[in-house]
């Protein structure tokens, strides 16, 4: 079972303010990697995190409904390192995406002005440590 904590998840929703970015990495359909910082990541329920699409770039074509993805997250200073593995799903209107956009740091909003993003949920399904150790699973 995958459950977000209250600890777990001021982590992930201060990321940024902590100077801890989260980052996800994504696959193309040729299986080209890609890897990028998300300034927005934030828990959007118990088994499932979300972030703001604005870049419409590489991971965002990579991000198609159903993608698998992976998200790291890492604190240095308190040696936390966390992967998170899940399906990605992208919203592009609707209340989903007003809702995570509602949620979303002030930061990434301002560097998108015209509210052209997306919201995409990743639904967990494994979390585990650097050393590989599974923490929680679906």
């Known amino acids: 079972?995958?459950?977000?904590?209250?600890?777990?998840r001021r982590r992930?929703?201060?990321?940024?303010?902590d100077r801890c970015p989260m980052f996800i990495a994504?696959?193309?359909?040729?299986?080209?990697?890609?890897?990028?910082?998300?300034?927005?990541?934030?828990?959007?329920?118990?088994?499932?995190?979300?972030?703001?699409?604005r870049g419409w770039r590489n991971s965002a074509a990579n991000i198609q409904n159903g993608s698998k993805v992976v998200l790291f997250y890492r604190h240095p200073t308190e040696r936390v390192n966390l992967r998170f593995y899940g399906t990605a799903t992208m919203y592009r209107e609707g209340a989903i995406r007003?809702?995570?956009?509602?949620?979303?740091?002030?930061?990434e909003l301002d560097r998108d002005p015209d509210r052209t993003g997306a919201a995409v949920l990743v639904r967990l399904y494994r979390v585990n440590q650097l050393s590989g150790e599974v923490l929680q699973e679906r």
Not at 1 to 8: K, N, S, V
Not at 12 to 17: N, R
Not at 98 to 107: F, K
Request: glycine share 6%; proline share 2%.
């Open 98 to 107: 007003d809702n995570v956009m509602s949620r979303t740091v002030q930061g």
């Open 26 to 53: 994504t696959v193309s359909a040729d299986g080209e990697p890609q890897i990028s910082m998300r300034g927005s990541v934030l828990v959007f329920d118990r088994d499932t995190l979300a972030f703001w699409e």
């Open 12 to 17: 992930i929703d201060h990321a940024l303010e």
């Open 1 to 8: 079972m995958i459950y977000i904590d209250d600890e777990l």
